[in-house]
């Protein structure tokens, strides 16, 4: 079970001097270690480097946990940007209509300075995130298929014109069929762009109920993480 006190809080400066704060854990050891990215929501936006942890605490608070072994990071997106420029309520979309946001641009350059600093597996690098970090999920497997060995996106909407890509990579992606916040055809039609190229590869789990909060039971669930981790490059 990982100590909260395991993760410490840092600022990026990226290269066109946007400032991203996140937490970083980093195990004790010589590695190489998984790394483990989570992209929080709309609501933990902002710069106090704390309030991000709220939806990711079931992932560490569990004993014999895969996590256990990984590098994590938690960035922050500020109040006033989203990771991905678009509407949630509007579902999937094309990458043209969805620019990438300054904070996410600055969470690509600090993967790489971390992948260049840290004993990092880069066979084992993943990624999660819930509703606008669904969204984010979604645009970092497609903007970094040859990254990531798998993604949990959690009611979020993606890229449909980059199906072609994501049809490569390991993914489960989960919804609740009641979320009045981001529609699930969001999701429905990502699975179903992808399964057009690639048939029965992306695992798609849609809740009867559960409102906007998916992430609940997907989390809660142990194997989720021990699939996750599974995955190799």
């Given at each position: 079970?990982?100590?909260?006190?395991?993760?410490?809080?840092?600022?990026?400066?990226?290269?066109?001097?946007?400032?991203?704060?996140?937490?970083?854990?980093?195990?004790?050891?010589?590695?190489?270690?998984?790394?483990?990215?989570?992209?929080?929501?709309?609501?933990?936006?902002?710069?106090?480097?704390?309030?991000?942890?709220?939806?990711?605490?079931?992932?560490?608070?569990?004993?014999?946990?895969?996590?256990?072994?990984?590098?994590?990071?938690?960035?922050?997106?500020?109040?006033?940007?989203?990771?991905?420029?678009?509407?949630?309520?509007?579902?999937?979309?094309?990458?043209?209509?969805?620019?990438?946001?300054?904070?996410?641009?600055?969470?690509?350059?600090?993967?790489?300075?971390?992948?260049?600093?840290?004993?990092v597996d880069k066979r084992r690098i993943y990624v999660t995130g819930v509703s606008m970090g669904g969204f984010a999920t979604w645009r970092m497997l497609a903007e970094h298929p040859d990254v990531f060995a798998?993604?949990?996106?959690?009611?979020?909407?993606?890229?449909?014109?980059?199906?072609?890509?994501?049809?490569?990579?390991?993914?489960?992606?989960?919804?609740?069929?009641?979320?009045?916040?981001?529609?699930?055809?969001?999701?429905?039609?990502?699975?179903?762009?992808?399964?057009?190229?690639?048939?029965?590869?992306?695992?798609?789990?849609?809740?009867?109920?559960?409102?906007?909060?998916?992430?609940?039971?997907?989390?809660?669930?142990?194997?989720?993480?021990?699939?996750?981790?599974?995955?190799?490059?």
């Open positions: 079970m990982i100590d909260r006190q395991e993760f410490f809080p840092h600022t990026f400066t990226a290269n066109d001097g946007f400032t991203l704060p996140y937490q970083l854990r980093v195990p004790k050891g010589s590695g190489p270690f998984p790394l483990f990215l989570c992209m929080h929501g709309a609501g933990e936006r902002g710069v106090d480097n704390q309030c991000t942890f709220v939806h990711f605490n079931p992932l560490y608070d569990r004993e014999a946990n895969p996590v256990d072994e990984a590098i994590i990071v938690i960035p922050q997106c500020p109040e006033d940007m989203r990771w991905v420029e678009y509407g949630w309520d509007k579902g999937s979309y094309q990458s043209a209509d969805a620019p990438l946001s300054p904070a996410f641009v600055a969470v690509e350059e600090l993967l790489e300075t971390l992948f260049a600093t840290l004993p798998a993604g949990i996106p959690i009611c979020g909407g993606g890229p449909l014109d980059k199906a072609d890509v994501l049809a490569g990579i390991p993914i489960r992606t989960f919804h609740c069929a009641d979320d009045d916040i981001v529609p699930p055809k969001a999701s429905r039609d990502m699975v179903a762009a992808i399964e057009a190229i690639t048939p029965h590869h992306t695992e798609y789990t849609e809740y009867p109920q559960g409102g906007h909060g998916a992430w609940v039971p997907v989390y809660a669930d142990a194997k989720q993480m021990e699939w996750l981790f599974d995955q190799r490059k």
